[in-house]
């Protein structure tokens, strides 16, 4: 299996660049997490990967191909992406076809889709085939869309919010489903989704979007293990984590607390009178793209 690449990836809305020149690759065998604020350029992002939507500028390849317009390259890539826009009129986009029939047609794109494992998500997510898209809980739109992601077998699968509007037992059960897919098939899986906690454990890789721009690629692993919680007086603080990059500094009165990511051969000196906690990925996140400061 190949990687899909993306090089100086720029795309532009009305004079605005939504993403600006974003170099990516996908290797195979991964399942990456895509996290980012609303608005970062997520979806746009994944939609050029997956030549849903074309470039200002750059290119994206797959095997050395590029993959916009090029059946060859597009057969090994999958976005299933939320049906949530479909199910507001009976006629547009096929919002008044039957689950069923939106399936026939999403198999006759496809060409590894597999039928057998279709008919059991089907019934593991106790999917009613004859309902219309439009009659469709939000719930039940997001099982359409792991349900098509999954069956399609492609090499490189693409799902936007897969668990928005699932339950937290549907929830469980798709993250289970899919590292089994994943352990069989070695498919790389992207998944874009606000609910990092409860995935941080299924994402080998994180993949950050901020404000158009690739933040960070790193393994999951790697990155939390040189994230810290560093809190205490101010001075304190300061002295600690001298020379070391700080993010999202938050002040309390006489004392504060920061965020550092450590670069290798970096320490911090815990000699002074301060907490060092570790983080969870939400924590680096939401230290990484919140608010550069905070006043208690």
């Not at 039940?140 to 069956?151: D, F």
């Not at 920061?258 to 320490?267: A, D, H, I, K, N």
Request: proline residues 2%; aromatic residues 6%.
């Amino acid at each position: 299996m190949s990687s899909l690449i993306g090089k100086g990836i720029t795309k532009t809305y009305g004079g605005k660049d939504v993403l600006r020149d974003v170099d990516l690759e996908l290797e195979p065998n991964k399942i990456y997490g895509l996290i980012g604020r609303n608005g970062a350029g997520k979806t746009t992002l994944l939609s050029i990967l997956t030549a849903q939507n074309p470039t200002t500028r750059g290119e994206v390849t797959y095997d050395g191909m590029p993959v916009w317009e090029n059946p060859e390259a597009l057969s090994h890539i999958c976005f299933s992406r939320e049906l949530g826009q479909m199910a507001g009129s009976s006629g547009a986009n096929g919002a008044g076809l039957k689950v069923k029939d939106y399936l026939e047609i999403a198999e006759t794109f496809l060409p590894h889709w597999d039928k057998e494992f279709a008919a059991r998500l089907i019934k593991e997510f106790h999917l009613d085939v004859k309902k219309r898209i439009n009659k469709l809980s939000k719930g039940m739109l997001s099982m359409v869309t792991v349900l098509v992601g999954l069956a399609s077998k492609a090499d490189f699968t693409f799902l936007d919010e897969p668990t928005s509007g699932l339950d937290v037992v549907a929830r469980e059960k798709f993250y289970r489903i899919l590292v089994e897919e994943y352990a069989e098939t070695g498919r790389t899986f992207v998944i874009s989704t606000h609910i990092i906690e409860e995935a941080a454990d299924v994402f080998e890789e994180v993949i950050l979007v901020d404000q158009g721009r690739l933040l960070l690629k790193e393994n999951t692993q790697d990155l939390l293990e040189r994230s810290f919680h560093i809190s205490g007086r101010a001075e304190e603080v300061d002295a600690a984590c001298a020379g070391l990059a700080v993010h999202h500094e938050e002040r309390a009165g006489r004392g504060k607390g920061v965020t550092v990511l450590l670069e290798p051969g970096q320490s911090i000196d815990q000699s002074r009178d301060i907490t060092v906690q570790s983080m969870n990925l939400q924590k680096v996140f939401v230290a990484l793209c919140g608010e550069e400061e905070q006043e208690a």
